[in-house]
């Protein structure tokens, strides 16, 4: 985020609020630590820019900060992909429950992504022109989003049909 431009903490956090957040959210438990961690790693600079009275630190990529972020956006072999989803958790674990349980689980994760995907379709009906990089990443996660809610109603259906096939 710091190599987008000179930023404090309070803007990276409201930056990511509005980007970043639909894959790689952040909290100020986070990024403050991570920004005392960066500048003693000699990876980014903070110079004191108080306005209005309130202190607020600004901090700008180092040359050794920008080195390593070159290397950090090389590909991976095997890159890390992790999902914390505790509704997958639950459908997971769904056996322990009843059938109505898991059926009204997989609505409530249908309708958590389709409100994302409504989101993420504002957010490129309003963009404009956009970088490509985040262009790209607002296209996957587009795609993504759309992908799940086609699974939760074509599993809730599947689900309420063989329902029906039990009662029956």
């Not at 820019?49 to 590909?75: F, I, K, M, N, S």
């Not at 609505?107 to 379709?121: F, V």
Request: with cysteine.
């Amino acid at each position: 985020m710091i190599a987008l431009g000179k930023q404090t903490g309070y803007d990276i956090k409201q930056f990511v609020d509005e980007s970043t957040r639909h894959f790689w959210a952040a909290s100020y438990g986070q990024i403050y630590p991570e920004l005392r961690r960066l500048g003693e790693a000699g990876l980014i600079t903070g110079q004191s820019e108080p306005t209005g009275g309130r202190a607020r630190t600004v901090y700008q990529l180092t040359d050794a900060g920008r080195a390593a972020l070159t290397e950090w956006l090389e590909p991976e072999p095997d890159p890390t992909f992790e999902v914390r989803d505790e509704g997958m958790l639950k459908l997971f674990f769904s056996d322990l429950g009843t059938r109505e349980q898991r059926i009204r689980n997989i609505r409530t994760m249908r309708e958590r992504h389709e409100r994302t995907l409504a989101q993420l379709s504002t957010l490129e009906q309003e963009s404009g022109h956009i970088p490509e990089g985040p262009r790209l990443a607002l296209e996957f996660g587009i795609d993504l989003h759309r992908g799940i809610v086609e699974w939760c109603e074509a599993t809730e259906r599947r689900l309420a049909d063989e329902g029906a096939d039990d009662a029956g």
